[in-house]
């Protein structure tokens, strides 16, 4: 459960609902996998559509996505650049439609919405259910249709492997509690930020926490030994992962060791100071 995981966690769905379309942006890279998923979402026979992530500043992806307009608003998982550096320019291609999204900074019109309250974009009856860890500002969406249900996942659940928690933005112990709210949708197929879409959400939430605990208790386990230092940690544990990819996995051990610090099971050094910058398509998966 502790390896290093690059395939899906759960089952593929094998199928889409027919009011779900997928858009694929054309970032593929080792931390956004085949590229950015933009999710569009129609009720059959709504005149309107809403679009969540719409991905990267990329013109020729951004047109596709006018193409299957018009739309009621954009919709925001999270402020990662690979999800919403399109976003302002798609809502000015769709006629100044609004840009919804937890970070105010990443906001456009005056369109707000309520957490944990539904609301209708598209013909859709939309629910934000706020998961923070990956980053503070991530947000899930349950998406519902005539009683059919999906969860957009952004990249708190990812279609293939797991992500990474962007510390310090991202916070271990609030990605556990998110997991654990995404244990609730059994059954319901999870659309990811990024790889295939997943049959059920619960079964990928569960592994996902599965897997944190046990990283958790590697690094415990380490740092009882007297190794304390990120780098010699993700060393050890990331021994069988590109090194290419090491910066992204210091995140997490960073995440790891502030969760065990302010437990009093960890006296890590320097775990609040990363030693990269966020940069665009940070936060997904191949070091986890």
Excluded: K
């Amino acid at each position: 459960m502790a390896g290093h995981v690059t395939v899906p966690v759960a089952a593929l769905a094998d199928r889409l609902p027919g009011w779900v379309t997928l858009l694929r942006a054309p970032n593929p890279g080792p931390m956004t996998l085949d590229g950015t998923n933009t999710w569009l979402l129609r009720r059959p026979g709504a005149d309107r559509a809403v679009v969540v992530d719409p991905g990267p500043l990329d013109e020729a992806h951004l047109a596709r996505i006018v193409e299957h307009g018009p739309a009621d608003a954009v919709l925001i998982t999270h402020g990662h650049a690979d999800h919403v550096e399109g976003a302002h320019r798609v809502a000015e291609l769709l006629g100044g439609i609004d840009v919804l999204a937890a970070d105010p900074t990443h906001r456009r019109g005056t369109g707000q919405w309520s957490t944990g309250a539904g609301f209708l974009a598209g013909g859709v009856r939309i629910t934000v259910l706020p998961t923070p860890g990956h980053t503070a500002d991530s947000v899930c969406f349950l998406a519902e249709v005539d009683r059919e249900r999906v969860v957009l996942t952004g990249d708190t659940v990812l279609g293939r492997g797991t992500t990474v928690v962007a510390h310090p933005d991202g916070d271990l112990g609030a990605y556990l509690t998110s997991l654990a709210t995404l244990t609730a949708y059994q059954g319901v197929v999870a659309l990811p930020g990024h790889g295939p879409a997943l049959a059920d959400c619960a079964a990928a939430a569960e592994f996902y926490l599965a897997h944190r605990r046990a990283r958790l208790d590697q690094v415990r386990a380490l740092v009882a030994e007297g190794v304390t230092s990120a780098p010699e940690l993700v060393a050890r544990i990331y021994a069988d992962v590109d090194r290419s990819l090491w910066w992204a996995a210091e995140w997490s051990v960073r995440a790891q060791l502030s969760y065990l610090a302010r437990q009093g099971t960890a006296t890590g050094q320097d775990q609040d100071r990363p030693d990269r910058e966020s940069a665009p398509g940070a936060g997904r998966l191949e070091p986890q």
